[in-house]
């Protein structure tokens, strides 16, 4: 989120995180368990949606911008947490959705942007 993360090379794995399958069938009914992804979220871009320090879990498997929502881009070697929507054009919005942000991008094709998947649900990271 924010200015972008730079692109680790390499992915950086503490473990896995046991979910229930039940918690997965009434929350993410549509993805499936093994594409599924924790992001950490850093920056105020889409503050409201995702607050920094907030986890995104990420369905990898969703690599096309078919269905509008909050994806994970990859573009000019940095990762980006932000919101998609398709014109009625073909072309892509690309936006934060802290009013304070204002980041819109249109995507037509000619900027090499890669979809590494969308987030499907937000999970809140505070300490108490």
Sequence with gaps: MGPGSDLITEDVIL???PVS????DLNLPRSRPEALQLVHAYGDSMLGTLNSGDFAVVDTDCQVADVDGVYVLQANGQLFIKRVTRRMDGAYV???DNPNVRTV????????????GRVVYGWNGRRF
């Design 15 to 17: 473990g896995s995180i």
């Design 105 to 116: 991008d249109v995507l037509d094709g000619s900027q090499p942007v890669r979809i590494c």
């Design 21 to 24: 399958r039940r918690w997965l």
């Design 94 to 96: 690309v936006t934060s």
